[in-house]
């Protein structure tokens, strides 16, 4: 009775902890103070974790020491404490690896090449830990997700068999269009690509990802691979790793991408020559209605429709919109509400201007909602 009453308790505990999963601004502050870890504050916490290995706050703080690469460690001390911690997250928190997988960070990845990090072996055992996940979790888009991202660049193969078991074909796009790109990996830091290897293009693989691409027809597939190929790409040449021109096979995508899916807003944005050496292309950020609404500058009040005031229609047009460079509204698109109200409000909408926003210091484009009301009673 009493070890019933011990597994009750327990299942209880487990339930409340999910219920109530880490914040991104706590994870950042633990991926911060991982970054500021002495030599003598790390080996406590490894101490720490060796007595009690669920720890959470203090794996999360070494993965950011380690990925760091400490100058008081070689590199294989390195290699070796980031190999342990990886794997004991995959084989104990796979579904959201402690909460880093929802943040931009990349604490948790291994490369097979590429920088001094790079570790081929232990990516093997990183490989063969996410397979045992997605062969005992077959449904969980989530895991499967993960493992994909971990073994995409060294692996390809193996996460096109996962993806096409999955039948996830805008994954099968970012497959493709990163083989072509020839990407070793990503930063260890966020999802930007660290660099593109002339062997990685130069692969079979990196072959078939041109040919299905040429000949792809599947709308999430070709979207997604538009998106990756000149968006990476940009990324890639504008911090000089890479050599050659992947633009004409990105707008060819692109084009083809526009057709299938014309009102698809991520593809408003793409750059689509190659960038100035050193400068990014902008980014696109969201933000939300009411954050934005406080940048507007010039707002033009739709006209009631007389049909619609006739019938006494009244209600919320919701819209998405991208606000451009300058401010001016790039794109607009109606997801709800009456029919009748719709026109006039995309009418007015086109004319509205906002405050620049920027983004370290660099203007962006704005993804935001914006909700368009009438009321008869106000007009």
């Keep these: 009775m009493k070890r019933r009453q011990s597994l009750n308790i327990a299942m209880l505990l487990a339930l409340s902890l999910s219920a109530h999963p880490r914040d991104a601004r706590t994870t950042f502050e633990l991926l911060n103070k991982g970054k500021a870890l002495s030599a003598k504050d790390a080996a406590r916490l490894e101490e720490r974790l060796r007595e009690k290995p669920d720890d959470e706050e203090s794996r999360i703080q070494l993965l950011s020491y380690w990925a760091g ?185 692109l084009a083809k991408a526009k057709s299938l899916a014309p009102d698809d807003i991520t593809l408003v944005t793409l750059p689509t020559t190659l960038p100035v050496r050193g400068e990014r292309p902008p980014a696109t950020i969201r933000v939300g209605g009411n954050v934005q609404s406080a940048k507007i500058i010039r707002k033009v009040t739709p006209l009631y429709p007389a049909i619609a005031r006739d019938r006494g229609i009244q209600g919320t047009v919701q819209l998405t919109a991208l606000i451009g460079l300058d401010g001016k509204v790039l794109y607009l698109r109606a997801d709800a509400g009456p029919s009748e109200l719709i026109p006039a409000s995309l009418e007015a909408v086109r004319q509205w201007e906002y405050k620049t926003t920027t983004l370290n210091g660099k203007p962006c484009y704005v993804e935001t909602r914006i909700d368009v009301n009438f009321t008869l009673s106000a007009f």
């Design 69 to 253: 690469t400490p100058s008081d460690a070689d590199l294989q001390t390195i290699k070796g404490a980031r190999l342990r911690h990886i794997l004991w997250l995959i084989e104990n928190n796979a579904k959201d690896g402690l909460g880093l997988f929802q943040v931009a960070t990349g604490v948790y990845r291994l490369h097979c090449q590429g920088d001094d990090l790079a570790d081929e072996k232990g990516l093997n055992a990183v490989s063969v830990a996410w397979l045992e996940q997605v062969k005992t979790h077959p449904g969980d888009a989530g895991i499967r997700r993960s493992a994909v991202d971990a073994i995409q660049y060294c692996s390809p193969e193996q996460a096109e068999q996962i993806l096409n078991e999955a039948k996830d074909a805008s994954g099968l796009g970012r497959l493709y269009a990163s083989a072509v790109l020839g990407i070793t990996g990503e930063s260890y830091l966020n999802s930007e690509p660290v660099g593109s290897d002339p062997v990685f293009r130069a692969r079979p693989f990196a072959e078939k990802a041109t040919r299905a691409l040429e000949e792809a027809t599947d709308k999430e597939l070709i979207v997604s691979a538009a998106r990756t190929l000149l968006r990476q790409g940009a990324i890639l040449w504008a911090d000089g790793k890479l050599d050659w021109d992947y633009t004409t096979s990105g707008n060819t995508l």
